[in-house]
Every structure is written in structure tokens, then in C-alpha cells.
């Protein structure tokens, strides 16, 4: 029996989530999907889920399986790409008989992934033209998905808003586990001529505290290199005075010291400004960044290492 009948492990890369159908095969070659699997296994007991979730994903392409697609979910969520696992474990859920021990597996793995979601609802403002389109993430949302939460993966994502006569305005977002977030997003300012060539960005909250952190720890480097260079600074002064007299002759040893703690003296002072002026900086932009869109509190977790038939 092949190897790809006797185990399963799950992964899936990126695919919409507006629907937990899984992805019909479009190649159909069941020798090349046995390899993949195997390959998939092997890495996948590696650790390597990044190589793992692309074996399986093209061998789930070439020879769809619930346990390829079990596979598919496993892998996802361990590089944290919940809402797409979440979509996986569904579909295997939906596919099996219930009498197969994977259906519950995956309705359990499932519901245990749905506090990790983040969910974005978006809807278009009051003065958004009727023709308004709203893709995110490169996929058009109708009016049906608009005002709607709806799950994704975290990290960042994109909005783009269009509509004729008007220029196209980019929202871009960060979303974290268990992060609900609504969006009122319309097209850019009307341009003359009725062109679509305006182009304008609109950043999250969420990217704004993350650019806060990391100002924040520029600050705290530039803060650390000031102090180690503000001691080093003392240390040659200590070496000049023990070598050079009080006219301020010195020789090779002092005048090499004085030389090194004149350009130290100066790395400590520019790095003790700027760290503090990146430090002030980051806290500004965390303190002022919208406190109402924190991400919520959501219940991780840790999943299991799960092995069983890919086909029926």
C-alpha cells in the first residue's frame, strides 16, 4: 500500500478564505502526488513545515486527499497561519464520513483554532461612489462580504479601493491572533479627467505601533552604545593620564589614547541624541495609536502531531 494511503499531516499555503471548499485538482497525476507526499512527511518530521506545506500543497494540486488536507491544516497552523488551517480542518470535517476518527479530529482542531482568528470587517464609507470596488489582498469583496467579519491569517494585509473617476487609495493593516478590526476605506480624491492614477496609503494602527517598537528599540541601542562607548571614553582618559604629563606632552601610548577617546567621545554623544530622540519617538507612536483596535486576548493552543490515511 502506498505511503501517502497510510499517513497524514496537513498543509495548505494561501488560498481565499471566503469559502472552505478545498482546491480541485487541476494537474491529476497520482504517481507525482505519492512522491510529493513522501517527501512532505519526510520533511514535515523535520521540522522544516515551511518545505513540508509546499510538498503537500502541490500534491494535494496533483491528487486531492483528506489526508493531504489534513496535512495541509497541520502545517499551516504551525508556521501560524491559522485562518487558513482553520479552512483546511473544515473541509476534511465536511468531506469525511462522520464515522471516520479524522472527521472529529479536525472539527476539534477547528474549533480550538476559532478564538486564534483574526477578522477583519470592511465597509465602505458614506460618500464611496456606487461603483466603488474593494479588493483585499488582491480579491474582490462584493457587497455581500462588506460589513461582514471575516477570517484571515495574521500579519499584513492590503486593501485597495477603487472606482471610476477617482484615484485608487491603499489601506494597509496588521492584523494579530484574536484581533477583530473594522476598516471604512473609500476611493481617493475624484481626478481630473476622470483618470485613476491617484494613489494614497492609509496605515493601521497596527502599523503604527509596530513602527513604534521598533523605533523603540533603535532608541534603546542607540542608549546602549552611548553608555559602552561613554566607559570607553573613560578608560583612555585613565590611559592618558597615566601618560602624558600635566603640559600635556605625551607619548605613543597617550597621544594614541587621546586620539581614540576624542572619536568615542563623539560616538557616545551622537549615539546618547539619537537614541533618545528614536526612543521618544516609538513611545509616541504606541501611546498614540488607537487603543480601541488592540488585538483581543485569544486562547492558543499548541497542536498535536497527527498521522493518518491520506484517501479513504
Known amino acids: 500500500m502506498k505511503l501517502r494511503h497510510l499517513f497524514a499531516f496537513v498543509l495548505l499555503a494561501s488560498v481565499p478564505l471566503v469559502s472552505a471548499a478545498p482546491v480541485s485538482a487541476q494537474g491529476g497525476d497520482a504517481a507525482a502526488a505519492e512522491v510529493l507526499f513522501r517527501e512532505g ?6 521540522g522544516d513545515y515551511k518545505t513540508a506545506c509546499e510538498k503537500f500543497h502541490e500534491s494535494h494540486r496533483l491528487d486531492p486527499a483528506p489526508g493531504t488536507m489534513l496535512n495541509i491544516a497541520d502545517c499551516e497552523e504551525r508556521q501560524g497561519r491559522v485562518a487558513t488551517a482553520w ?3 473544515r473541509a476534511v470535517a465536511q468531506k469525511l464520513p462522520p464515522s471516520d476518527e479524522r472527521t472529529a479530529l479536525a472539527r476539534t482542531r477547528a474549533q480550538e483554532l476559532e478564538p486564534r482568528l483574526p477578522r477583519l470587517a470592511i465597509e465602505l464609507a458614506p460618500d464611496a461612489p456606487p461603483a466603488t470596488r474593494v479588493l483585499r489582498d488582491g480579491v474582490e ?32 493593516l496588521t492584523l494579530s491572533e484574536g484581533e477583530r478590526a473594522l476598516r471604512v476605506v473609500g476611493p481617493g480624491p475624484a481626478s481630473e479627467g476622470g483618470g485613476d492614477a491617484d494613489s494614497s496609503v492609509s496605515t493601521s494602527s497596527s502599523g503604527t505601533k509596530t513602527l513604534g517598537w521598533v523605533l523603540g ?4 541601542a542607540g542608549l546602549a552604545v552611548g553608555a559602552v562607548t561613554g566607559m570607553m571614553v573613560l578608560d583612555r582618559k585613565s590611559t592618558v593620564d597615566e601618560n602624558c604629563d600635566s603640559a600635556k606632552r605625551c607619548n605613543q601610548t597617550g597621544a594614541d589614547a587621546a586620539e581614540s577617546g576624542r572619536t568615542l567621545g563623539t560616538v557616545s554623544g551622537v549615539s546618547f541624541v539619537v537614541g533618545g530622540l528614536a526612543l521618544a519617538a516609538g513611545a509616541y507612536f504606541i501611546l ?17 502531531q497527527v498521522s493518518f490515511v491520506r484517501h479513504f
Do not use: C, M, N
Open 41 to 46: 512527511r519526510k520533511a514535515a518530521d523535520a
Open 217 to 220: 528599540g533603535v532608541g534603546v
Open 288 to 304: 498614540s495609536s488607537d487603543s480601541s483596535e488592540r488585538p483581543q486576548s485569544a486562547v492558543v493552543v499548541a497542536p498535536t
Open 141 to 172: 469583496l462584493k457587497s455581500a462580504s462588506l460589513s461582514t467579519e471575516l477570517p484571515l491569517d495574521p500579519g499584513p494585509h492590503v486593501v485597495e479601493v477603487t472606482a471610476p473617476g477617482h484615484g485608487k487609495r491603499l489601506y494597509q
Open 87 to 89: 479552512t483546511f480542518y
